[in-house]
């Protein structure tokens, strides 16, 4: 979140007394001025015992001059634009679409042409996966960067980068592109120089002779791709020597103990503020600090950097947000927002990956208890900061929620998991879900859950068996899961493919360069002529485009479902069935959702308990159709997968 509150009262002080005319210059001083202090605090708190802690100040306070100097005009305006009005990531106007360039339409200057496609869905925001210089083989999908600051060929140009966002301003579109912060390619220079042994490059990664520190960092990290790339080093044959590789062995971690390394990173993240990008979505953050005897994840250093991150760009490209990417337990994600006197005041944004995972979870058991019990956690969020919404991205579904959520439910936590991995990788009998098992981990049991939402859904499986009565349900499911996720409250990223409906496209065993990651199933490759059938009514395609593209507007049409902490859940009075209170001061929402795949039955007391009476008359934004509060000891009966928007018109 901004400290834009700092910034407006100093700013006006600065008026005041005449020191600032408040053009872009003098904000951009007022910004300075109320920022450094931090800044320097934060740097020193990293790198204060550094020998050469001053002459690194220095060239940290360089970068942020320069990268106010290389920024437009525009962008600057835009920054001021941004930091007048309400918190502009706050608002239900925003609606984001995450994709593979490649597999969408082909190149960036194809993405130009198509951006009209969006608009008739209603999504303004896009996220690109990784459009920058990255291995054609084996590069876990662009998150092996190999050069930060060129695109890939395939990909486009630079320019062509520059010219699409450039469009997509001039059409109110938001863009947001990933800083890949925790590791490069084993082919990036530094990496190369590293390995041709280069000592400076060399303390950029974490390089060891020999397997002592491996060993002793290993007995504590746990393994990120257990069964495709095990432990957390990889042997160098040409260097004779052991390199961190958390993730895949072509991604060496980068070692932020050393300031060059920060310094470069923190410049490329203003290089990418510079092409005007809108959010910028910090890969992996939890990973980058690492510590001897812990796992090496969510360290309070990690937060340290991303605070002073935070500090440095909002001087310098206020206008641009940070995402932080920690898909980690519920508690944890919580402090990627800041805690202490930083909380509000470090990543804008991040995933609500634990509301996603426990939505997975109310599809396969037809309860809704974990889901609920989650909700104090996800609650916390400082008012400012925002989720990212989904049902699914070009990630695995990880059940991390924490056990207490789901023995609160009455579930012993091992079996319940087995449940919902089985329930999803076809091992469960009666299931219609179509998904695999990922990251396998033979000593722990752990797997998270590879799919395309339709495919999770069912849809693969009716489609298959031809069962006409799967397929509706699963459509059910799909806008069942569409719709909780866009209203919640943050920024809903739909995940390319999903509003027209794909199945599991399984192609990616055929490529050497991906078959050993079934994440690849959920990664489509767009077919434009499947994409033209959302025009054709009774299609599967037009039904789910339909579907979305009414979910949306329904969000676009009332402030309301904005992000402004104003979202209250509805006590449980039907396992089956989750509510929430969408309010302001003049409207309050009432969805409801059911989970259960029959009819079911809900007392109207839910309702009587938000306030409401007996008699009066609720519509359903979704159907249309019209309810009225009855008798306490009458119900509103719901149909399998059913999910209703209810507010009160013209009271
Ligand atoms: C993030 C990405 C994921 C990638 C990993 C390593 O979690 O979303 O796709 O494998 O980082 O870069």
Redesign the pocket.
């Given at each position: 979140m901004y400290t834009k509150d700092i910034h407006r009262h100093l700013g006006q002080k600065l008026k005041d007394i005449n020191i600032t005319d408040g053009s872009l210059d003098t904000s951009f001083l007022m910004r300075y001025s109320a920022n450094i202090t931090t800044i320097h605090d934060l740097f020193y708190q990293i790198y204060g015992n550094h020998g050469d802690v001053e002459k690194w100040y220095d060239k940290l306070l360089s970068t942020i001059n320069n990268a106010y100097d290389q920024r437009s005009i525009a962008l600057k305006k835009l920054d001021i634009d941004k930091e007048s009005g309400d918190i502009w990531y706050l608002s239900n106007d925003i609606v984001g679409m995450s994709l593979y360039v490649d597999r969408f339409c082909g190149t960036l200057k194809d993405l130009e042409q198509k951006l009209d496609y969006f608009q008739e869905l209603g999504v303004i925001f896009l996220h690109l996966m990784p459009v920058m210089e990255s291995p054609e083989g084996a590069s876990?999908?662009g998150?092996?960067v190999s050069d930060f600051r060129s695109v890939a060929s395939r990909f486009g140009t630079i320019d062509d980068l520059r010219s699409l966002e450039h469009t997509m301003k001039s059409k109110g579109m938001y863009l947001m592109l990933?800083i890949?912060l925790?590791?490069t390619s084993q082919e990036h220079v530094w990496a190369k120089k590293a390995a041709e042994g280069d000592k400076a490059y060399q303390d950029y990664f974490y390089m060891y002779d020999n397997r002592e520190l491996p060993d002793a960092f290993e007995r504590t990290m746990p393994d990120?791709?257990p069964d495709s790339s095990p432990g957390s080093f990889t042997y160098l044959e040409e260097s004779k020597k052991w390199v961190m590789t958390v993730?895949?062995s072509y991604?060496w971690d980068l070692n932020y103990t050393n300031p060059a390394v920060f310094i470069e990173m923190l410049d490329t993240i203003f290089f990418y503020a510079n092409l005007g990008v809108d959010v910028l979505r910090i890969?992996?953050p939890a990973f980058i600090w690492k510590s001897l005897g812990t796992t090496s994840q969510n360290l309070p250093e990690a937060h340290v950097l991303l605070q002073l991150i935070k500090h440095c760009v909002q001087v310098s490209a206020p206008g641009m947000a940070l995402l932080g990417?920690a898909?980690v337990a519920p508690k944890e994600i919580m402090k990627y927002f800041g805690t202490g006197r930083f909380t509000g005041r470090e990543c804008d944004v991040a995933y609500n990956a634990t509301q996603m995972a426990l939505q997975w979870d109310a599809l396969a058991t037809g309860d809704t208890r974990v889901m609920l019990s989650a909700q104090s956690e996800i609650l916390k969020k400082p008012y400012g900061a925002t989720w990212i919404t989904y049902t699914r991205?070009?990630?695995d579904i990880g059940l991390g929620y924490d056990d207490s959520m789901i023995q609160s439910a009455g579930y012993n936590p091992y079996s319940h998991r087995t449940f919902i991995k089985d329930y999803y990788a076809g091992n469960y009998r009666g299931s219609v879900a179509k998904g695999a098992l990922f990251g396998v981990n033979p000593k722990t049991n752990d797997a998270r859950i590879s799919g395309t939402l339709a495919s999770l859904c069912g849809l693969e499986y009716g489609i298959n068996h031809n069962l006409q009565q799967i397929i509706k349900e699963s459509l059910n499911k799909i806008a069942l899961m569409q719709a909780q996720s866009i209203l919640l409250g943050g920024l809903p990223m739909l995940y390319y493919g999903d509003e027209i409906g794909y199945t599991n496209d399984y192609t990616y065993l055929n490529d050497p360069g991906k078959d050993y990651d079934n994440?690849w199933m959920h990664r489509p490759l767009i077919d434009w002529s499947k994409n033209e059938k959302r025009k054709t009514k009774e299609t599967l395609e037009y039904m789910v485009f339909e579907n979305t593209k009414k979910i949306i507007n329904i969000r676009k049409s009332y402030k309301t479902f904005g992000d402004h902490n104003n979202i209250r859940w509805m006590s449980c009075h039907n396992i089956h069935v989750v509510g929430y209170v969408r309010y302001d001061k003049s409207q309050s929402y009432y969805c409801l959702f059911n989970y259960y795949g029959q009819n079911t039955f809900l007392t109207y007391y839910i309702f009587k308990e938000q306030g409401l009476t007996e008699g009066i008359t609720l519509t359903d934004l979704w159907s249309g159709e019209k309810i009225v509060i009855g008798r306490d000891d009458e119900y509103l009966s719901i149909k399998p997968y059913q999910f209703f928007i209810l507010t009160q018109i013209g009271y």
């Open positions: 876990d999908g998150y092996a990933d890949v925790n590791h990120i791709f993730f895949n991604q890969d992996a990417e898909i991205c070009h990630d994440r």
